[in-house]
């Protein structure tokens, strides 16, 4: 009998765990990520790549409109205006990433959080723990190291998709989740 229920406890668990427990950190497919535009043109500046200034005026180019961060920044962008128009694009959709996905994979570990977890406000963003080891682990110094790593996904993930939105999505991993191999 305590065969028995022992096998069927450790069956169990061995069933559950996947379902709430962390994953590795290549187990996000970058190019299936649902990334929101939070971060819209007239927000970055396309010649500073910084927070555009409200005060200052819009301008439209080839269909998008910008705003700069600084009074010169429309007269710098009419002068090269595909290469600025390209930078902004791409640092956007950088922006955008990083706030969708850092409470995606955990700062302490790079592991994937099962969500719901204890969540850390550092360097801009919202963080989110994989497990309670991490809760009692974690220091400042994890931060700057998983904005770093989450950059080179962002990066990665422009590369694979280019600029691409997805709006009204559940998750930004929802069907971007590999399948554990069977």
């Known amino acids: 009998m305590k065969f028995g229920l022992a096998l069927a406890v450790g069956w169990l668990l061995a069933v559950a765990a996947p379902v709430g427990a962390q994953l590795p950190a290549d ?26 200034d409200p005060k200052l005026p819009v301008w439209e180019y080839q269909g998008v409109k910008y705003r700069g961060s600084k009074p010169d920044a429309q007269e710098k962008f009419l002068k090269d205006p595909e290469k600025y128009a390209q930078a902004a694009q791409k640092q956007r959709f950088v922006n955008n990433f990083k706030l969708a996905m ?4 955990c700062p302490v570990t790079d592991e994937v959080t099962p969500g719901g ?11 989110e723990s994989c497990c309670a080891f991490c809760d009692e682990t974690v220091s400042d110094d994890d931060f700057p190291l998983a904005l770093k790593k989450l950059e080179e996904r962002a990066l990665k993930t422009y590369e694979l998709i280019g600029a691409k939105y997805t709006e009204g999505a559940k998750s930004p991993v929802d069907g971007a989740i590999k399948k554990p191999e069977e």
Do not use: H, M, N, R
């Not at 190019?31 to 790549?49: G, H, M, N, R, W």
């Not at 850092?102 to 994979?105: G, L, M, Y």
């Open 117 to 127: 977890l204890t969540q850390w406000k550092k360097l801009g963003f919202t963080w």
């Open 102 to 105: 850092s409470t995606i994979w």
């Open 27 to 52: 187990a996000v497919i970058l190019e299936k990520v649902k990334i929101a535009e939070k971060q819209k043109s007239t927000d970055l500046c396309p010649v500073y790549l910084q927070e555009s």
